[in-house]
Nanobody
């Protein structure tokens, strides 16, 4: 089983920055690739960044050049710069692969709310 706890969200003005943190506990070795998702009401969760245990990184086009994902042992971070109102969402961390989520027992955390005002 894997437990995920996100934190670091808040309210900022457009152009501002936030750093999100995700604590991964339990069978952390099961989560070789970790990602950050975001979700707005009425829409599906969107994967915005992912990072492997070896350091390979990928970003959604909508956040490239503005967001930076990193990891350190059982922590995963998302540095968000030049925030835009359209970045407003609840942010979650989890494995990008749904099968890995199931095999590792990685249930979704509560997420952390990010609100960007214009």
């Amino acid at each position: 089983q894997v437990q995920l706890v996100e934190s670091g969200g808040g309210s900022v003005q457009a152009g501002g920055s936030l750093r999100l943190s995700c604590v991964v506990s339990g069978d952390t070795s099961c989560m070789a690739i970790m990602g950050w998702y975001r979700q707005v009401p009425g829409k599906e969760r969107e994967l915005v960044a992912e990072i492997s245990s070896g350091g390979s990184i990928d970003y959604a086009d909508s956040v490239k050049g503005r967001f930076t994902i990193s990891r350190d042992n059982a922590m995963v971070y998302l540095q968000m710069n030049s925030l835009k109102p359209e970045d407003t969402a609840v942010y979650f961390c989890n494995a990008p692969d749904l099968q890995v989520q199931h095999v590792c027992g990685a249930t979704w955390g509560q997420g952390t709310q990010v609100t960007v005002s214009s």
